[in-house]
Antibody, heavy 122, light 108 residues
Framework: QVQLVQSGGEVKKPGASVKVSCKAS????????FSWVRQAPGQGLEWMGW????????KYVEKFQGRVTMTTDTSTTTAYMELRSLRSDDTAVYYC????????????????WGQGTLVTVS | EIMLTQSPATLSLSPGERATLSCRAS??????LAWYQQKPGQAPRLLIY???NRATGVPARFSGSGSGTDFTLTISSLEPEDFAVYYC??????????FGGGTKVEIK
């Protein structure tokens, strides 16, 4: 079945980096993009950015520019999100979600989502 | 950046009742609006995309309507498993993609 399985939780010190993986299965990886969304404890959803496994194009939220890198590995059908210079307010559950492969396309939604990865910065 | 305002913040209803959730955009998003359901400890689940299209496997009691700046998610008759938090999301003229603050549907 279509699913995204993320890597396990991480505990990091301030200033460190974290790299979260998102293994895709059940669909043609190269035909999609992947968005990354985070959720701080007890808070709402915050979109961080997107990468196309089809073109390699990326779009990042301005607040994360310079601190985040999203990549894909088509050989292992895995998407990655690396966040650097971690701060305590980066403590959150990080989700990957399947998305459009095109940056000029606005239709559709995020479906499915990975199970989430808790990153604790302390 | 397009802001989404969801109301009410909390909706207290009984099973079998109708739920009406609102999402208002700070400027037109055309029909590029989606709705998600999130239960405690779980990832969000896509319910509605492009304002009114149900995602695969979503029960017919969930429906979406609206365009431009005003959108509604309706649950025609609440089932016990429907008590959760619901988020709207827009992707018109992205980035960024933005989410509303959420509406919690709780048991009265």
């Amino acid at each position: 079945q279509v699913q995204l399985v993320q890597s396990g939780g991480e505990v990091k010190k301030p200033g460190a980096s974290v790299k979260v993986s998102c293994k895709a299965s059940g669909f043609h990886f190269n035909s999609y993009g992947f968005s990354w969304v985070r959720q701080a404890p007890g808070q709402g959803l915050e979109w961080m950015g997107w990468i196309s496994a089809y073109t390699g194009h990326t779009k990042y939220v301005e607040k994360f520019q310079g601190r985040v890198t999203m990549t894909t590995d088509t050989s292992t059908t895995t998407a990655y999100m690396e966040l650097r210079s971690l701060r305590s307010d980066d403590t959150a559950v990080y989700y990957c979600a399947r998305d459009t492969p095109r940056d000029d396309f606005s239709r559709g939604g995020f479906d499915p989502w990975g199970q989430g990865t808790l990153v604790t910065v302390s | 950046e397009i802001m989404l305002t969801q109301s009410p913040a909390t909706l207290s209803l009984s099973p079998g009742e109708r739920a009406t959730l609102s999402c208002r955009a700070s400027q037109s998003v055309s029909y590029y609006l989606a709705w998600y359901q999130q239960k405690p400890g779980q990832a969000p689940r896509l319910l509605i995309y492009d304002a009114s299209n149900r995602a695969t496997g979503v029960p017919a009691r969930f429906s979406g309507s609206g365009s431009g700046t005003d959108f509604t998610l309706t649950i025609s008759s609440l089932e016990p498993e429907d008590f959760a938090v619901y988020y709207c999301q827009q992707r018109s003229n992205w980035p960024p993609v933005t989410f509303g603050g959420g509406t919690k549907v709780e048991i009265k």
